[in-house]
């Protein structure tokens, strides 16, 4: 499995950390609880989306750009480490971001990843909810494109074959790790959206025989809906590899039981693992990804699907800058 043969911009700081959460493992009463650190990627507040733009930045370049457009939701961390990516690159950045939750609450609207968008340089547009926004977003490319632009359209968050082979190279990452330190992992478990994370990991996984069960704790689409996103996209970047037919359907587990009342809106025990992070390790998660992963991850530790004495990793995705936009959920007010 050779990934120096594709095209990358090395930008992320990598290897992200693998740490040991005692104070969150005693509180369950176990299994011991690692954590990949993966919000520590080095990109404007960085994230998961980090690791896959190393590789999909590369090929705007190779194509030529001057211009990235991609599109999320209003608080996409996705959105907001494509504009710190193209400043670093003195590339232009368009983002059309989609109103999927219809908060009012201005620091919503304004503040968190929206206020780093601007900083960064990138112009925005809104969109209602529930539109097909990839084809939004080639209708303005268009546009640009008839202005004499060279647009590169990246997907919403970055899950193309391209993009989910920076969670291929994750996946070596954390195994060099893990046999560095004779650490055995029994579990990994992270959040699931557009799926690319879960593919890239699961193809690495399984590329490398590491015999590791992955779980994709969902924040939107329904398990069986997930399950196959997650699979097709597996299949098509095990092609790109080299390695074709290496995942199987199987191999792709996914859980839908906290997403909720729907994609970006909190629940109960979304803010109760936002809170034992934050004031058991020091470690912020977010509302809408993480928060909801964690959540999958404290439940499965207390209801007994993860055994006291095994070894779990976390795959913290990041997201914290978006806790600036939820704060009147996070403190009630
Ligand atoms: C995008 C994102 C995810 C989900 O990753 P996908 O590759 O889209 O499945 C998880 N956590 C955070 C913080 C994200 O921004």
Redesign the pocket.
């Known amino acids: 499995m050779h990934l120096a043969r594709f095209s990358r911009v090395f930008l992320a700081h990598l290897p992200t950390p693998l740490e040991r959460l005692d104070r969150l493992s005693d509180a369950l009463g176990g299994p011991e609880i690692w954590i990949k650190r993966d919000?520590c990627t080095g990109l404007s507040t960085g994230?998961?989306?980090t690791r896959?733009l190393e590789f999909l930045m590369a090929e705007a370049l190779d194509e030529g750009a001057d211009m990235v457009m991609t599109q999320g939701a209003t608080q996409?961390?996705?959105a907001r480490q494509t504009a710190a990516f193209a400043a670093r690159l003195g590339l232009a950045c368009h983002l059309l971001l989609e109103d999927r939750t219809g908060s009012e609450d201005p620091n919503y609207n304004r503040n968190g990843n929206v206020l780093l968008d601007h900083l960064h340089g990138a112009t925005t547009e809104k969109r209602p909810g529930g539109l097909d926004m990839q084809a939004e977003m080639e209708a303005v490319a268009e546009k640009f494109r008839a202005e004499g632009r060279k647009v590169y359209v990246i997907p919403g968050?970055?899950?193309t074959p391209t993009g989910a082979l920076g969670?291929v190279n994750c996946a070596f990452e954390l195994l060099g790790q893990a046999n560095d330190r004779g650490l055995v992992i029994d579990h990994i478990v992270?959040?699931?959206?557009?799926?690319?994370?879960?593919?890239g990991l699961i193809t690495g996984l399984k590329a490398i025989n590491a015999g590791i069960p992955l779980t994709?704790i969902g924040?939107r689409a329904p398990k069986e809906k997930q399950e196959d996103m997650v699979f097709a996209l597996a299949q098509a970047t095990a092609e790109k590899l080299g390695c074709p037919g290496v995942v199987a359907r199987e191999d792709v587990v996914a859980d839908s039981s906290y997403v909720g009342p729907g994609y970006g809106i909190p629940r109960e025990d979304t803010i109760e693992a936002i809170k034992m992070f934050a004031e058991l390790e020091g470690i912020l998660l977010?509302p809408?990804?993480?928060g909801k992963?964690a959540a999958g991850l404290i439940d499965y530790c207390r209801s007994g699907k993860f055994g006291k004495g095994e070894r779990v990793v976390f795959l913290h995705?990041?997201?914290s800058a978006?806790l600036f936009g939820y704060d009147s959920v996070l403190t009630g007010a």
Do not use: W
């Open positions: 919000d994230g998961n989306k896959k996409s961390n996705h968050g970055g899950s969670y992270t959040a699931t959206g557009s799926a690319g994370t879960q593919a994709g924040v977010d809408v990804y993480s992963g995705t990041g997201g978006a």
